[in-house]
């Protein structure tokens, strides 16, 4: 029941900031024990965890991001959202939020939105 849906920008420019914002339905991102991460997928490559925000509001981010990116919440609208600042062409991928308890803190996320295509181009 519980549903993951992310929200953005579909193109953007190299140098740039990405935000995008995962709204969860038919739950609370405070439930606890739960985490809500970000994950994309490049082209022709696997998935990749860039970090999460857990229950708590703790934050938790992949080494090779933590200096360009951050994950906040929005409480009252039952959100979640993740910045990537400079932008290159190698940031370009499907970018999906995932979540839930157990398992979720070990890459086994309980819930998947359906993911958002992120272009970065001049």
């Known amino acids: 029941q519980v549903q993951l849906q992310e929200s953005g920008p579909g193109l953007v420019k190299p140098s740039q900031m990405l935000s995008l914002t995962c709204t969860v339905s038919g739950g609370s991102i405070t439930t606890s024990y739960y985490a809500w991460s970000w994950i994309r997928q490049p082209p022709g490559k696997g998935l990749e965890w860039m970090g999460a925000?857990?229950?708590?509001?703790?934050?938790y981010y992949s080494p090779s991001l933590k200096s360009r990116t951050s994950i906040s919440r929005d409480r009252s609208k039952n959100q979640f959202s993740r910045q990537l600042s400079s932008l290159t062409p190698e940031d370009e991928a499907v970018y999906y939020c995932?979540?839930?308890?157990?398992?979720?803190?070990?890459?086994?996320?309980?819930?998947w939105g359906q993911g958002t295509q992120v272009t970065v181009s001049s």
């Open positions: 995932a979540g839930g308890g157990g398992g979720s803190w070990y890459g086994e996320y309980e819930y």
């Open positions: 925000i857990a229950y708590d509001g703790s934050t």
